[in-house]
């Protein structure tokens, strides 16, 4: 762990699931000093780097450091607080994993916000990205000698995006398309299921999970 004992974190974002919560997963998971902020918006809009949240802010010695941009905040926070390999080839693998969950946000949106002549097609688009997504989590899992860990046989920042990503489409974008949790649940396997369910019953989790609705109501049924 890189961070030293006197640096406190502010992350600052909606108070909703969204884009941050790989961010407090990870500040959780490292017992770090943190707090969250919820700025007014769009009041607040222009005070943020690029306009956006989420934003990190890190306090240390009297010295303020600020970084936007969810994913970069996540592999930045993941290599300090030891969550990311330190072997370039094994990070690399973690971060091309998360780099692929990325891609389904826009397809989301492109299938929500569809014309009626394109909405199948974008529909057929979503659903296939998906299907590769899963897949790959499956791969990744079918090679690990472990299986309540993607790498490894400890937390890593790979386990913590992935639970992230599957409470962002299961849990949150409901609000958005009431359906969501019905196309996406089916095609996770019982080893997939499994994983999340483990990763939620992370006790280096726990402070920010046992305030949050938990996946195992909407899962575990088909958990074998």
């Known amino acids: 762990m890189l961070s030293g004992s006197d640096t406190v974190y502010v992350l600052r974002y909606f108070d909703l699931i969204g884009r941050a919560e790989g961010c407090r997963l990870l500040l959780t998971a490292a017992n770090a000093s943190w707090t969250e902020e919820h700025p007014e918006w769009p009041a607040e809009k222009a005070n943020q780097p ?47 994993m998360v780099d692929q969950q990325a891609d389904l946000i826009p397809a989301f949106m492109a299938q929500l916000m569809a014309t009626d002549d394109m909405k199948s097609k974008q529909i057929d688009e979503f659903n296939t990205l998906l299907d590769r997504i899963v897949k790959e989590h499956g791969r990744i899992l079918s090679r690990n000698s472990s299986k309540q860990h993607l790498f490894g046989d400890q937390l890593s ?29 089916p095609k996770l ?7 999340i369910l483990s990763i939620e019953k992370e006790p280096l989790l726990a402070p920010h999970l046992s ?10 049924s088909k958990a074998f």
Not at 60 to 86: H, K, Q
Not at 164 to 178: D, P
């Open 157 to 185: 920042y790979a386990d913590i995006s992935l639970y992230a990503f599957y409470k962002v489409y299961i849990v949150y974008l409901k609000i958005y398309q009431s359906n969501i949790d019905e196309i996406v649940k």
């Open 50 to 96: 690029f306009e956006r949240l989420p934003v990190l802010v890190e306090r240390s010695n009297g010295d303020e450091w600020i970084l936007c941009e969810s994913l970069t905040i996540e592999r930045y926070l993941a290599r300090v607080f030891g969550f990311m390999p330190t072997d370039l080839k094994q990070a690399a693998l973690q971060e091309q």
């Open 211 to 220: 305030k949050c609705d938990s996946m195992a109501a909407v899962l575990s």
């Open 189 to 195: 396997t019982p080893e997939i299921i499994n994983l």
